[in-house]
């Protein structure tokens, strides 16, 4: 079993900075790719940056530019880092790890519980 425990959430003004942490722990193999997500109020989950294990990153453009993800293998710990933070991006914030248990195993998805960015104009 693998818990991931996400942390960093909070509010902000707009033109702030925050950085948002999850933490992997339990029966893990190796992790494969890593993302963030982010669901806003009456609005779909959305991916916001993804990490896979060959340091391949990947952001949608309302995003680009502003945040950055990156990871800590030695922790099983994966970073977002959100700089010139606008109101549009206040959302539950969620992590997402492909998680491979041991070397028999197949690949698992385990997801953070969330934690909440509010932006002020």
């Known amino acids: 079993q693998v818990q991931l425990v996400e942390s960093g959430g909070g509010l902000v003004q707009a033109g702030g900075s925050l950085r948002l942490s999850c933490a992997a722990s339990?029966?893990?193999?190796?992790?494969?790719?890593m993302g963030w997500y982010r669901q806003g109020p009456g609005k779909q989950r959305e991916l916001v940056a993804a990490l896979t294990s060959d340091g391949t990153t990947y952001y949608p453009d309302s995003v680009k530019g502003r945040f950055t993800i990156s990871r800590d293998s030695a922790k099983n710990t994966v970073y977002l880092q959100m700089n010139s933070l606008k109101p549009e991006d206040t959302a539950v914030y969620y992590c997402?790890?492909?998680?491979?248990?041991?070397?028999?195993?197949?690949?698992?998805?385990?997801w953070g519980q969330g934690t909440q960015v509010t932006v002020s104009s």
């Open positions: 339990g029966s893990i193999f190796r992790i494969n790719a």
């Open positions: 997402k790890l492909d998680v491979v248990p041991n070397r028999w195993a197949l690949t698992a998805v385990y």
